[in-house]
C-alpha cells in the first residue's frame, strides 16, 4: 500500500474494513461496488492511487437520470454517453466537430436511388455503375 494510500486512511478513520456478507465493499462514501484492492473499488482505488486522495468532484454522473434520457441528434432515441449524445454521434462531434448526417448509413438499404435502376446497392445509395460515373 502506498504513503498516500496509508495516510488517506488513517487521516478518514478507515482502517478497519466494514464486511458484508463475505464481500468487502468499496470504503468511499456512498459506493457499494465491491472492494477488490486495499478497501477500494477499481474505479476509487485508481482515484487515491494516481491523486493520493478520493477526487469525487472529477467523477462521471453514471445515472440516466441526466439531463438528456436519449440522444440530442433528430430522430436518434438511443441512450446518451457524452455531452448528451450516443456514442455514434458523440464520435461525430468528437472528430468533425458536427454531426455530419451526410456521412450516415442507412441501413437495409437495398436499390440504388437513381430512378428506375434496379441495381443492388453498392455505395453511398447508388449501384456500381452509378457511383463511379458521379
Same mark, same amino acid.
Given at each position: 500500500?502506498?504513503?498516500?494510500?496509508?495516510?488517506?486512511?488513517?487521516?478518514?478513520?478507515?482502517?478497519?474494513?466494514?464486511?458484508?456478507?463475505?464481500?468487502?465493499?468499496?470504503?468511499?462514501?456512498?459506493?457499494?461496488?465491491?472492494?477488490?484492492?486495499?478497501?477500494?473499488? /477499481? *474505479? %476509487?482505488? $485508481?482515484?487515491?492511487?494516481? &491523486? #493520493? @486522495?478520493? +477526487? !469525487? =468532484?472529477?467523477?462521471?454522473?453514471?445515472?440516466?437520470?441526466?439531463?438528456?434520457?436519449?440522444?440530442?441528434?433528430?430522430?436518434?432515441?438511443?441512450?446518451?454517453?457524452?455531452?448528451?449524445?450516443? /456514442? *455514434? %454521434?458523440? $464520435?461525430?462531434?468528437?472528430? &468533425? #466537430? @458536427?454531426? +455530419? !448526417? =451526410?456521412?450516415?448509413?442507412?441501413?437495409?438499404?437495398?436499390?440504388?436511388?437513381?430512378?428506375?435502376?434496379?441495381?443492388?446497392?453498392?455505395?453511398?445509395?447508388?449501384?456500381?455503375?452509378?457511383?463511379?460515373?458521379?
Amino acid at each position: 500500500m502506498s504513503d498516500a494510500m496509508r495516510t488517506y486512511r488513517r487521516e478518514n478513520g478507515r482502517d478497519d474494513l466494514a464486511k458484508e456478507g463475505n464481500a468487502l465493499r468499496c470504503e468511499a462514501p456512498s459506493c457499494e461496488q465491491v472492494a477488490r484492492t486495499v478497501g477500494y473499488c /477499481p *474505479r %476509487h482505488y $485508481q482515484q487515491v492511487r494516481r &491523486h #493520493g @486522495r478520493l +477526487t !469525487p =468532484e472529477l467523477e462521471y454522473e453514471t445515472s440516466r437520470s441526466s439531463a438528456y434520457s436519449e440522444c440530442r441528434a433528430n430522430g436518434c432515441q438511443a441512450g446518451p454517453v457524452a455531452k448528451g449524445y450516443c /456514442p *455514434r %454521434h458523440y $464520435q461525430q462531434v468528437r472528430r &468533425h #466537430g @458536427r454531426l +455530419t !448526417p =451526410e456521412r450516415e448509413r442507412i441501413y437495409g438499404r437495398t436499390a440504388c436511388q437513381i430512378d428506375q435502376c434496379q441495381g443492388k446497392h453498392f455505395a453511398q445509395g447508388y449501384c456500381k455503375k452509378h457511383y463511379d460515373v458521379r
